[in-house]
């Protein structure tokens, strides 16, 4: 048992590893309220992994391995799938409540459980921060990746600046802006202590003059930014749903592919895309990983439609912001995926 864990150890994000460093310790647990790991079951050498993304809806594995929809490494998660008996909802307060384009505001939010909403949550830190808060317009056509900054109260908060005020570390952080009044979405992305990984939805109605919405009909698999080219490229040339797509991100400079490992580390990853579907507003984190010195990225659209991605990756100490619309069409499942789900169903 020591090998897997040790095994689980080293394919670990953060996260999890934070988890297994509490692991031997039954003091933590008690401090944390966390008391499932004292069961015999626990410690008889089941262990459960899951995808750090909670891609598959509370999936868990009993081996380590990837997950088969964004291909990142399974954690290693004894409370994985089973849930720990709570639901976590993401409270959000604005200041004033109702926002206005140009204006400054207040943003706040505080990780809550439902029927203990005195309680404090720790959350994990994954991928270095706490709460990844992603904003977007309902047309898709703006996106914001920012980080709410904890304060003494408990609560998470984004500054939102006037249009006159300038960002203090440039964008990124915990400021933001709305330029413009309209209906935004945003997603926090967080994981509390002790549980799965939680994608929380907010609606964010800003008044004052709305831009008139984009409309995304064709896929553009290329977008200039900061000087830098970068192109999607799915394997096999099409993006479908029913299968694992293998995304290759090639990002040019002056006529010439500069290999991924050039990149500087961004949020302790080479880069970070999130895609959001038009239809459904459903979101994805893609978790690129780097193949053959390029981003090679893989998902799993559920449905056919108009999706929109954004890829970030960071050089010079400048984050870039590479934006795609992607026309999804229905698949058919290849051979190789019915095997994985034939395979699936006999664990
Ligand atoms: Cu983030």
Known sequence: MKSILKLAAITMSMSAA??????????????????????????SGAHTYMCPMNCEDGKTYTEPGKCPKCGMNLEHNDNAGKGNGNTYVMQYVSNPAQLEAGKEALLSFTPKIKGKENDQVPLDIHHEKKIHLIIVSKDLSYFEHIHPEFNSNGNYDIKVLSSDKKFTNGRGHNETTFENGGEYIAFADYNPTGADHQLEKIEIKVDGKAKSPVTYKESNLKSTVDGYTVSLEAEGGKFATNQQMHIAGIIMQGGKEVPAEKFENYLGAKAHMVVVGLDKMDYLHVHPEVENGRLDLHTTFDSPGIYRGWLQFQTNGKVHTAQFTINVEEGKAVDGEKQNHSDEHKH
Request: with cysteine; charged share 25%.
């Open 18 to 43: 934070l988890f297994v460093a509490s692991c031997g310790n039954e003091a933590k647990h008690e401090e944390n309220g966390d008391h499932e790991h004292a069961d015999s079951t626990a410690h």
